[in-house]
């Protein structure tokens, strides 16, 4: 599967390794401004087009267009599925929605062969108040037909301002084709939601990996387990992931030790990339289900993968997306980025699940069914004493 998604104004994917990338610019920039590889010969036809252009052009764009344009297209050759651009305006916004804010109608899209697609809405939003449902698809925004357009271009048209207002056409759910105007806000993203069900089953929802994302986990199963939980449905369902990072803290949640995820570069043996391991201090004691879909992704398919790989609990639910791929943000230096696929990741067991997914120990589709089977599978794991390695 090679449908991306978005939180909506943000225009892709989420880069796992993101945050690194920024705090190491000013550094890279020191070190590497001037010192990267000599352009080639058949680079000359570039510059003199350029020149070409603003000499003779008719309707010569501004250099800022140009630029953006080359850039763009040669992002485009990659044939990289998650490779997109992001000027400095969406590059702000991509870094506030890592720290659980953004600037939108608060939707979550993904690419659909007929168009993007409404995969999710976040609760008390310009969009659950206007009443757009999951499963609809985008057909315009503001009059532009955008069934051809990418999700990080549709997701760059619907953000923007608070209080500014947008119009989504939309079609596929119960109202059929029809127009919504919405004002946009400002968001700020759930990340944990968590309660007590039954007296003794704990309930945690993690709905994207962004910073401290590992942290509040941890601290969201130590309430629960204070309130007398003796066991933990981790909910993933339709998470599209996050960073890297706290893929690898929300796992050591609940993994004492042992690799979580490794990660491999271009070139590198299987033995030469990145090896992430448990850090410690796990809540081994508490029996453990992972809830998972068709578009629990990235970040997500790294923690049921390495519980289902470590042996440390059940995954219940669809087959997970299948992204086994680490997407880095490079800043460029009039202050846009691009991201491009530069790695792949392997679970415990050295699978890669790129194009496969996770499947599930107990497959079950519907929402309601897939929470019973995660909630029944949970009551056999305590009455069997639990699971752990």
Known sequence: MNRSRAWVPITCLL???LLAALMLY?????????????????????????QRIQREAVRAPSDEVLAKGAIEGMI????????????AEELVAFTQMLDGE?????????????????????DATPAAEAGIEAGERIVSVDGKDVRDVPTEGVAGLIGGQPGSIVTLGLDGGSAGLRELKMTRAHIELPDVESRLEDGDIGYLRLVQFSHLAGRR??????????RGA????????????????EAVDVTSVFVED????????????????RVYEAAGDALEDLPLVVLVDGWSASASEIVAGAVQDLGRGEIVGETTYGKGTVQTVQLLENGSGVKFTTAEYFTPSGDSIEGVGVVPDREVTGEDAQLASARDTLRQLLAAGGATR
């Open 15 to 17: 880069a796992l390794e």
């Open 26 to 50: 000013s550094y890279r920039v020191g070190l590497e401004r001037g010192s990267g590889p000599r352009l080639p010969p058949e680079f000359a036809g570039v510059s003199e087009l350029y």
């Open 76 to 87: 485009s050759t990659l044939g990289d599925p998650h490779a997109a651009y992001f000027d």
């Open 102 to 122: 953004l600037e939108g109608i608060g939707i979550q899209i993904q690419d659909g062969d007929l168009g993007p697609v409404v995969v999710s809405v976040i």
């Open 217 to 226: 986990v941890r601290q969201s199963a130590l309430d629960l387990a204070a």
């Open 230 to 245: 003796r066991g933990l449905v981790l909910d993933l369902r339709g998470n599209p992931g996050g960073l890297l990072g």
């Open 258 to 273: 042992g690799v979580v995820v490794s990660v491999r570069g271009r070139g590198e043996a299987p033995l030469e990339g």
